[in-house]
């Protein structure tokens, strides 16, 4: 069986999603994925070191695998490698091919289709400003969904507030100052679009430190659906995810196509967004009781987890009817249709992503079992499961 490398920076769940694709990919291609850890993008005074280490490693295993080709995940890391240094077909994923040269071959996000859903979730706000929070790091990427942003904006007559941050390091102190007078000068309500979750939690932070109610005052809106840090916030992140198990696969074939013509490689390819995840940070409440606030907040963060109202009501120990009228009070719907919103949402992205059987799935989104899962969906689709997904996949 013929060996492909994937160079991962990281293990997020982005880079997982990204694998699964690949390894959907090369199944039907029949390769064998060997996956190696680069992790580079360190402090400088470490990098060299790093990259040493990392090249006498490749090279043994180069040696030993003989691989046919090799696809580099470039997202945390987009300067550390160059196109022809790894002597064998070469596809780079999250990295603009303009930052390659001629004939490079990548898969990136299309910036300009997960700014414009961004700028569609966030206009249905109604707030009086709109704003971006761009990485750390000077980003193309970043750079892009800022641009496309505020021009989504523009097209509804919109302005955009834009930080503009005078230092790179996310763990600066005086990065974070930055942002917090930033936010605390901006007009409210204000709506921010941040360029991933890592910032768009740095940014409810500053809002809540500033006295600010998250999402009255200031609503967030990231992009990843990053569960470690979507989930751990609080209030719990809105989030964009972008289809990384499409842009795997898509790697992978475009790989597969270089391989069989050197001569005239494939074009790059992007990917754009499959899923809106709303939680707290831009659904607000109609009331602020803090007992309710807490019960919306865990029903939100654990929904795919098997939760129940009996379960909610025994915890607070409240009776059934006295949780559900506040919890109606506070967001204009029942705990149980706030329960059923977010597992469909999960279900309908694993199916999306293909591959997983059924009863996985509706374990994943905290169906009690399968039949309960095809029941709930299919009344809420008008679709089964897999009618559903077909119908995605045409």
């Known amino acids: 069986m013929k060996s492909i490398f994937f160079l991962q920076s990281s293990n ?59 696809i580099v995940d470039s ?8 196109k022809d240094e790894f002597g064998i077909p070469t596809v780079f994923l999250d990295r603009h091919p303009d930052t390659l040269g001629r004939g490079a071959v990548c898969v990136y996000s299309d910036a300009k289709s997960i700014a414009q859903l961004a700028a569609r979730e966030l206009l249905a706000l109604n707030a009086t400003s709109y704003a971006y929070v761009p990485f750390t790091d000077n980003l193309r990427w970043s750079h892009e969904r800022g641009r496309e942003f505020t021009a ?63 999402p009255d005052d200031v609503a967030v809106m990231g ?24 842009a795997g696969y898509l790697a992978a074939s475009l790989l597969r196509d ?7 490689p494939p074009k790059s390819q992007t990917f754009g967004a499959l899923a809106v995840f709303h939680r707290s940070s831009t659904r607000a409440l109609r009331r602020h009781d803090e007992r309710t606030v807490k019960i919306v907040e865990i029903v939100r963060k ?20 006295l949780i559900e009228m506040r919890f109606r009070e ?32 509706a374990a994943a989104a905290g169906y009690p079992s399968v039949q309960a899962f095809r029941k709930t969906f299919t009344a809420a689709t008008g679709k089964s499961p897999l009618n559903w997904r077909k119908a995605q996949s045409a």
């Open 330 to 361: 506070a967001t204009g719907h029942s705990i149980r249709d706030e329960i059923q919103f977010i597992r469909l949402e999960r279900a309908k992205v694993l199916l999306s992503q293909g591959g997983t059987r059924l009863a996985e799935i």
């Open 152 to 214: 989504a904006l523009k097209l509804n007559n919109v302005c955009c507030h834009t930080f503009q941050k005078e230092h790179k390091a996310i763990a600066s102190n005086v990065f974070l100052r930055e942002l917090d007078t930033w936010i605390r000068e901006l007009p409210k309500p204000t709506a921010i679009f941040a360029a991933n979750d890592y910032i768009s939690e740095l940014v409810v932070g500053c809002a809540r430190k500033n006295g600010f109610a998250v």
């Open 223 to 246: 992009v990843d659906n990053d569960e470690d840090i979507c989930l751990r916030c609080t209030p719990s992140l809105s989030s964009i995810k972008p289809d990384h198990e499409r």
């Open 12 to 70: 997020r769940p982005s880079n997982q999603s990204q694998l699964d694709g690949i390894l959907r990919a090369a199944k039907a291609f029949g390769w064998h994925v060997r996956t190696l850890e680069f992790g580079m993008a360190s402090p400088s005074h470490q990098k060299h070191d790093r990259r040493a280490e990392f090249w006498e490693n490749f090279r043994k295993m180069r040696e030993f695998w003989d691989p046919i080709g090799v």
């Open 258 to 264: 270089l391989i069989r013509s050197l001569r005239r």
């Open 302 to 321: 654990q929904a795919a987890s098997g939760i129940t109202v009996e379960q909610l009501a025994r915890d607070f120990g409240v009776t059934r009817r």
């Open 75 to 82: 997202g945390a890391a987009p300067n550390d490698f160059r």
